[in-house]
Nanobody
Framework: QVHLVESGGGLAQPGGSLRLSCAAP?????????MEWYRQAPGNQRELVAA???????HYADSVKGRFTISMDNAKKTGYLRMNSLKPEDTAVYYC????????????WGQGTQVTVSS
């Protein structure tokens, strides 16, 4: 099964920053595909935190608005989630998802990357 490759997670202090990456294999069409970022903490439901459309419009959950930024680099076939002003409640496993487009009817998930915010 083909997966997106996530990286950039780790330990950050409250108020710190991390940038998550989500790279698509060469076989996946990317340039106009929408992407979403989710997170899931132990015992909690999966939560949508950010989205970017095929036309590259962006949307954010209220809990991260003003702190997180979603972006795409078509040349590198990589999506990013920049996380600033991190809080302990941001601690979770973060997953990226590449959605279907006019050129690819399939959808793909990353394997997840752990983000821990603690002093």
């Amino acid at each position: 099964q083909v997966h997106l490759v996530e990286s950039g997670g780790g330990l950050a202090q409250p108020g710190g920053s991390l940038r998550l990456s989500c790279a698509a294999p060469g076989s996946i069409f990317f340039s106009i595909s929408p992407m979403e970022w989710y997170r899931q903490a132990p015992g909690n439901q999966r939560e949508l935190v950010a989205a970017i459309t095929g036309s590259r419009s962006t949307h954010y959950a209220d809990s991260v608005k003003g702190r997180f930024t979603i972006s795409m680099d078509n040349a590198k076939k990589t999506g990013y989630l920049r996380m600033n002003s991190l809080k302990p409640e941001d601690t979770a496993v973060y997953y990226c998802k590449l959605l279907k487009s006019s050129y690819d009817p399939n959808e793909y998930w990353g394997q997840g990357t752990q983000v821990t915010v603690s002093s």
